[in-house]
């Protein structure tokens, strides 16, 4: 089944040290790739996302993702945390020519120590 | 900016009984999703619905569970007789088209229902 890992359950920063959040993704087909954050009390919020070219994707508030098709790999990167940046990040994937539906990761907690 | 809104936030029910979760997605959006999160667990899909017919569910989405589309505005999930197990938060998302493969078809979710079953 398709499935998708997300290496760290907790990652503890200090602030304006850099980030990079793993995301691995199990299926052959064609993707399309997602990070979703969720501030604490919040609701999930897009992040950024990858549907085709570029493989380097730029969200909001500095956040940045590669796309590495052949390591089937879609990790997060912020080369300078803020203590804002304190939240859940999930990756998910939606599979092409599927109903749509979002495969989630299990989550990664990130703590920024101000 | 829009937003999905989901009501109760909160929801505390005795196992066996039925509880409605209601949510209004976006206004013109044509997708309506329902996701879980036991806690410790990941999201996890429940069921997509389109037209006011289901166009996929999971295999968590069985005879206990439906979905209804009431009105113009409101998306509704009903567990019927509910179990421990139910415990989790519900999470309501909308978008325009499925697939994902566009920017219209990006996912929009709410701030979720907490569902305590005791």
């Known amino acids: 089944a398709q499935s998708v890992s997300q290496h760290n359950h907790h990652v503890i920063l200090s602030e304006a040290a850099s980030l990079e959040l793993g995301c691995n993704y199990s299926y052959g087909g064609t993707v399309n790739l997602f990070w979703y954050v969720q501030y604490p009390g919040q609701h999930l919020q897009l992040l950024l996302k990858?549907?085709?070219?570029?493989?380097l994707v730029k969200g909001i508030k500095g956040f940045e993702a590669e796309f590495i098709k052949s390591k089937f790999s879609f990790n997060l990167r912020k080369p300078s945390v803020q203590w804002s940046d304190t939240a859940e990040y999930f990756c998910?994937?939606?599979?092409?020519?599927?109903?749509?539906?979002?495969?989630f990761g299990k989550g990664t907690k990130l703590s920024v120590k101000p | 900016e829009p937003e999905v809104t989901q009501t109760p936030s909160h929801q505390v029910t005795q196992m066996g009984q039925e509880v409605i979760l209601r949510c209004v997605p976006i206004?013109?959006?044509?997708?309506f999703y329902w996701y879980r999160q036991i806690l410790g667990q990941k999201v996890e899909f429940l069921v997509s619905?389109?037209?006011?017919?289901?166009?996929?569910k999971s295999e968590i989405f069985d005879d206990q569970f439906s979905v209804e589309r009431p009105d113009g505005s409101n998306f509704t999930l009903k567990i019927r007789s509910t179990k421990l197990e139910d415990s989790a938060m519900y999470f309501c998302a909308s978008s325009v088209f499925k697939g994902g493969g566009r920017a219209t078809d990006t996912q929009y979710f709410g701030p979720g229902t907490r569902l305590t079953v005791l």
């Open positions: 619905f389109y037209n006011n017919e289901i166009s996929e």
């Open positions: 990858y549907f085709s070219g570029d493989p």
């Open positions: 998910a994937v939606i599979l092409r020519g599927s109903q749509g539906n979002l495969i």
């Open positions: 206004s013109n959006h044509l997708y």
